[in-house]
T-cell receptor, first 115, second 118 residues
């Protein structure tokens, strides 16, 4: 089902440390996953995506890991910087029939980077 | 990269007013756009899928007569909150891009519209 967070999980790290943000998704048939970063008062910004035929994908300072067995997704941020402070959402693509689909978002995690 | 522009960024109006929010894809054509609503410290909830040239598809519990969607061109979708009331106050966000079916591309989001109804 859909995840709607009433209390936003938080993660606080020191500048320079690595961050790991976790997400559990709901549908074993989902074939595409995306991580978004949302800063206060702005729309979500694309970070990285991964298809279900992969278990790891790397970008610049970010890595996404996908474990389909337990329906778990994680985002790793290397050498976290103050500018990384934001809310991070995972999203899964759910097919609705034919060419129709929707993105379902996770609860979100508030990352705070302390200088 | 793909850019989605949303306007206005914020609006304050009296109860009973209708408010129109525009969502434009600036450098690509979007046959499908999505409208989300977000309450403070919560996730994005899909309201409706806007389809160019056809009727929008609304999520369960979203009143289609309350939230009118028009997708008249491949670069513009509008959401009109009709006869808005204080409980309609929220952050409304649109997205475009992404490809249905087997080809996967990320949706790109506008910067949202903060709607405050007095």
């Amino acid at each position: 089902g859909e995840s709607v967070g009433l209390h936003l999980p938080t993660l606080s790290v020191q500048e320079g440390d690595n961050s790991i943000i976790n997400c559990a998704y709901s549908n074993s048939a989902s074939d595409y996953f995306i991580w978004y970063k949302q800063e206060s008062g702005k729309g979500p910004q694309f970070i990285i995506d991964i298809r279900s035929n992969m278990d790891k994908r790397q970008g610049q300072r970010v890595t996404v890991l996908l474990n389909k067995t337990v329906k778990h997704l994680s985002l790793q941020i290397a050498a976290t910087q103050p500018g990384d402070s934001a809310v991070y959402f995972c999203a899964e693509k759910m097919i609705r029939g034919g060419s129709n689909y929707k993105l379902t978002f996770g609860k979100g995690t508030l990352l705070t980077v302390n200088p | 990269g793909a850019v989605v522009s949303q306007h206005p960024s914020w609006v304050i109006c009296k109860s009973g007013t209708s408010v129109k929010i525009e969502c434009r894809s600036l450098d690509f054509q979007a046959t499908t756009m999505f409208w989300y609503r977000q309450f403070p410290k919560q996730s994005l909830m899909l309201m409706a899928t806007s389809n160019e040239g056809s009727k929008a598809t609304y999520e369960q519990g979203v009143e289609k007569d309350k939230f009118l969607i028009n997708h008249a061109s491949l670069t513009l979708s509008t959401l009109t909150v009709t006869s808005a009331h204080p409980e309609d106050s929220s952050f409304y966000i649109c997205s475009a891009g992404g490809t249905a079916g087997s080809s996967n591309q990320p949706q790109h989001f506008g910067d949202g519209t903060r709607l405050s109804i007095l």
